[in-house]
Structures are given as structure tokens and as C-alpha cells.
């Protein structure tokens, strides 16, 4: 086993990538050391993310397209200038975010709410007293109100949702934060976001499902970083939390909780070569998801990601959850349990998920076997798993045959492939804590 000594020197050696040569900087701009951080590149074999083409971002940006930004207009015009068509844009771009950009800002940096963006036919209230279970039963709501919903949802679409090229570097200096928006990584390629405290994407008008689940379900639309039919993204040392807004602060409607938040980071619509890499996920709900649903298409031979040295704090569920895709989960750290936690890991409809050297610390009465859940999968290979439970000693388990003891059917032990995309030999899993805890999320790369 490495010393302590020899990890840190290993990793601190990792995060010193290959980097492509910088511009000079302006006057004004970002430092000489967010300079070098923003041409970089992911290194080779680091993850599905550096399959074929590997992912570099707007390594290779002109000087004319690497801004700092401080606002949403600045963001959205840094981006291409015009946030319906900024998808379209493949130029090489480097994005420096400065500070807190917030999406519920208008063009003229006038702070909106959800009352702005909300349809004049729209209204809460009358939303609830239409479509009460009691009286509409147990169908989808339909008719002006929904009508009226939907259009406020639009609005919002267009507000919160910020688009993203291809060929582009988003990276924050030192305290950046985005709050109330949603980065939407649609049908492109080769995209790089790096040092970034994601806060509170909230839904001003989440849809009431009443027949998701025994009882009904409230779904919200936004993620905070959602990709989906685009290959080759890189998603590095981020943080993401609900900020002052939690879950557990909403209200109850129709006996379900007000659900304003979707995913932290989803990967769905055929996305795929995605690595996500010491990300921080603190006290959220629902965080990731990997392939949008089970039907059989053009997801089969997609969905491939890579997640590791991610810290899950706190978190709930979808630790991933996994369709489909060939999804390598190694040496992260998991700090679970507590009233609505779920599970960690979904097994869903043929993924093949292959988790190994992970570590998890767990409180309350969480137990190994709850750690897994069997979403209509079959099979995952898992290996080199400890566990820690309240004051016991770390332990090695095994996760899979913990879960086959306590429910059925039971899960596989073999997800059908072996990862070859590793930048460096695992760590052996008593490590995990400490290395990820230490350098995971934002405010880690030396900006």
C-alpha cells in the first residue's frame, strides 16, 4: 500500500495536466496561473471523456474569444452572443467566471422572480385548487391552467437555461459561483467546466404527476448541468449544493413534497464519453442520472461515463443512477444515510456499471445492503469496497452480496467489461477519504 507521502505526490503530479500554450494575458484578465488552467486539457486515458479525440475544450481559443465574465449577459455573450443560436457556435472559447452569476437576472441586471416569468393565466393557487387530487383524480392536469403552466415554463426555459458550444472551456476563478441556472450541453462536442459552486437550479413551476409513484409525485425540470446528445465533456472540480434554497425547506401540496430541483449533473439522449472528476455534491436530492429512460433505442451502445474522486455529501440518491452505458465509478467517497436517503448506486435497464475502490461512510441505522438498488439491471461488477458505519472500524465489503441477502432477485457479478480509459492505478479504497475530502470541488485548482 502507498504511503500517504507517495498519494499526495501522485496527485498533485496528475493535476499538473498537459497545457497547450497560453495566450498572453490582458490587461485586466484572468492570471498568469488561471491562464494555464484554462488551455488545459484532459490527459490521456483519463476516463470515457478521453476516448478517440479526447477532450480539449477551448484549448486552442484566439485571443478575442477568452472573456471574463461577472453577469449573465456577459456569460450568454461570451458564449456566442445570442443564447438561442449559442449551441450552434463551435469556435474555440475559453469562459472565465468571476464571482456569482445568476440566471434569474435580467438583461438590464434587474434580479427576477418566479413571478415574472410566470404566464399572466398562471397562478399557484389556482393551479392547486384545479388539478387537487380530491376532485381531478388521479389523471394529468390538462386544460388552460396546465396550458398556461407550460407556457410559464417556456419562459423560464429561456431566462435559466444557458447553452453551450462546442470546443469550449467554462472555468471560474476564485469564488465563482453560478446560481438559478442550468447549463445545457445539447448536441455538441468537446466541452470542458471547471471550478465552479453550482447553487439552487430551481423550477418556478414543476409539473404535478399523479400517477408517478402510489401517491403522485411533484417533477421539476432543471438540472445544473445537463448533457444530452453531445460527446467528449469533461466536468472537473465543480461543487454543487442547493444553496440557501434546500429541499427540505419546501412546502407539501396534494401530500407530496414542492420538488423545485432536478439533477446536479445528468447525462441522457444518447450523450456519452462524459468524465466527470473531484466534483462535490453536498445535500441534494436527486444528483445523477444516467440515461433519460428504459426504453430500448438509441441509447443501447451510449451513455458511457466515467466517475471518480467525486465526494457525495449528504446526498440522497442517484449516486449514479445508470441505463445502458458502460459507466466506470471509482475511488469516491460517499458520506451517507440520515432521514431520505435512498441508495447510491442504480442498477438500471442493461446498464453495466463497474465500481471499484469506492468508499463509504455511513450513519444512522444505513446499512451495506441498502447501498445498491436494482432499477431492472442485472448484473455490476464491484470490487475493493470499504465501509465505514458510525463509530465501527473501516471494513472491506462486499456490496453485492450484501444486497443479494437482503432482497431479490439477486444482482450478477459481472457487468460484461473491464475500464481501460484509467489515467493512473487505483488507490487502494482506505485512502479514498482523505485524498478525495482534501481536493474535491471547487476552490481546489491553484487559480
Known sequence: MRTRTAVVAALTAALVLTTAAPAPAAPGGPSRAAELLGRQTLPANDGWAAAG??????????????????????????????????????????????????????????PLDCADLADPEYSLPAYLAAYDPATWGRTNPSGPLEAARVRSVAAQTRQTQINVGSNTTIIGLRGARLTGLTLMIDRVDNVIVRNIEFADARDCFPAWSPTDGDTGNWNSQYDQISVRRSEHVWIDHNTFTDGDNPDSAQPVYFGRPWQVHDGSLDVTHTASLVTASWNRFTGRDKVMLIGSSNTVGPDVGRLNVTVRHNLFDGTLQRLPRVRFGQVDVHENHYRLGGPGFAYALGVGVQSALYAENNFFTLTGDTAPADLLYDWGGTALTERGTWVRQGDRLPRPVDLRAAYNAAHDPDLGGDAGWTPTLRAARPLPAPLVPFVVDTWAGAGRLPL
Open 53 to 110: 479525440t479526447g477532450t480539449t475544450g477551448g484549448s486552442a481559443a484566439a485571443p478575442d474569444r477568452v472573456r471574463v465574465v461577472r453577469t449573465r449577459a456577459e456569460l450568454v455573450a461570451a458564449l456566442g452572443g445570442d443564447n438561442a443560436t449559442n449551441a450552434a457556435d463551435a469556435s474555440p472559447k475559453i469562459v472565465y467566471v468571476a464571482g456569482t452569476v445568476d440566471g434569474f437576472e435580467g438583461p438590464d441586471g434587474t
